[in-house]
């Protein structure tokens, strides 16, 4: 009955490779996210989602792609990885502008 | 660019004592205004929130305070128990951003016994 899933939680990778980190609520959120955390805890917006359509990109490289296939779903696709990537990523649901609900994280290490 | 930040990144506190967190904010147009609490190897809780309309909201042994006169923000937890040991954030939505938070640095809370 978790209220906001991501798989995998570790995902280790070589530089230049291609991965995608899934995200999945069962809340009947209309709103989605991706967070990115990186190694001083500073937690940085990259990607919301408002019914399947993306809202906002906050500056991120365009080897980061977000796809929602629907309402519960926000996977986030990242091609040619690179050292600089290495971060947990947090996924996150809300209902429009109410509370959001996080995800356990996804800790990415690019080698 | 504008942003929310914190006052102390530290802060060690005996069980028993009360805790106050502090963040300034520098956007006087978020309405909206969040504290989180995250665990090792977590992801971010959600403690209580508060709204421009308000100044004052009371949760279970956690208060949130908001002084818009002075874009500034608190987070008192009554009682601190070592289960409160962890990083508080606090947020703001941003502007025209589809609801999106804007973070800030964190607040690492080590209670002792």
């Known amino acids: 009955d978790t209220a906001v899933s991501q798989t995998p939680k570790y995902l280790v990778t070589q530089m230049g490779n291609d991965k995608s980190i899934k995200c999945e609520q069962n809340?009947?959120?209309?709103?989605m996210y991706w967070y990115k955390q990186d190694s001083k805890k500073f937690l940085k917006i990259m990607f919301s989602?408002?019914?399947?359509?993306?809202?906002i990109n906050e500056t991120v490289p365009n080897r980061f792609s977000p796809k929602s296939p629907d309402k519960a779903h926000l996977n986030l696709h990242i091609n040619s990885l690179e050292l600089g990537d290495s971060a947990v990523y947090f996924c996150?649901?809300?209902?429009?502008?109410?509370?959001?609900?996080f995800g356990p994280g996804t800790r990415l290490t690019v080698l | 660019g504008e942003s929310v930040g914190l006052h102390l990144p530290t802060l060690s506190v005996q069980e028993g004592d009360n805790s106050i967190i502090n963040c300034a904010y520098s956007n006087s147009a978020s309405d909206y205004f969040i504290w989180y609490k995250q665990e090792s190897g977590k992801g971010p809780q959600f403690i209580i929130d508060i709204r421009s309309n308000m100044d004052k909201r009371q949760g279970q042994r956690v208060t949130v305070l908001l002084n818009k006169t002075v874009k500034h923000l608190s987070l008192q937890i009554a009682a601190t128990q070592p289960g409160d040991s962890a990083v508080y954030f606090c947020?703001?939505?941003?502007?025209?951003?589809?609801?999106?938070?804007?973070f800030g640095k964190g607040t690492s809370l080590l209670v002792t016994p």
């Open positions: 809340l009947g959120h209309d709103t």
């Open positions: 989602y408002n019914n399947k359509e993306l809202i």
């Open positions: 996150a649901s809300s209902q429009r502008g109410n509370e959001q609900f």
């Open positions: 947020a703001e939505n941003l502007s025209n951003s589809g609801y999106a938070l804007n």
